[in-house]
């Protein structure tokens, strides 16, 4: 009961700040899949996997709205792909405690460049 719990919980704030702020809900995906015993990098692959349609219903319901233009997004999507095929790869080869280290350095400038610009 206690993990449904979590896992509706988790999965309620994840969906409400990936709406919020873009695919930003992986970085409470990842801490959240950890919690229910996933390891470091099985936790990254599955955040993707959650973040994929919470991600694509936010855009369905922004471009519905009219607040996104679908020509100010495609200019980034080629190299996107081409990041996404890169990371998938280099997951394989890194190390978890270096995923881990490089996932919270992420986290920690993120959040001072919010802080202090």
Known sequence: MKKKLLTLTAGFFIGIINGMLGAGGGMLAVPAL???????KEAHRNAVAVILPLALFSAILYIIR????????FIFIPG???????????????????LGVIFGGFMIYAGARLIFK
Not at 66 to 73: E, I, N
Not at 80 to 98: C, D, E, N, R, Y
Request: positive net charge; charged residues 20%.
């Open 66 to 73: 009219g607040s996104v233009g679908l020509s100010d997004s």
């Open 80 to 98: 996107g792909l081409i990041g996404a095929v890169i990371g998938t790869i280099l997951l394989k080869k890194i190390s978890p405690k270096w």
């Open 34 to 40: 950890k919690k229910l015993g996933m390891d470091q």
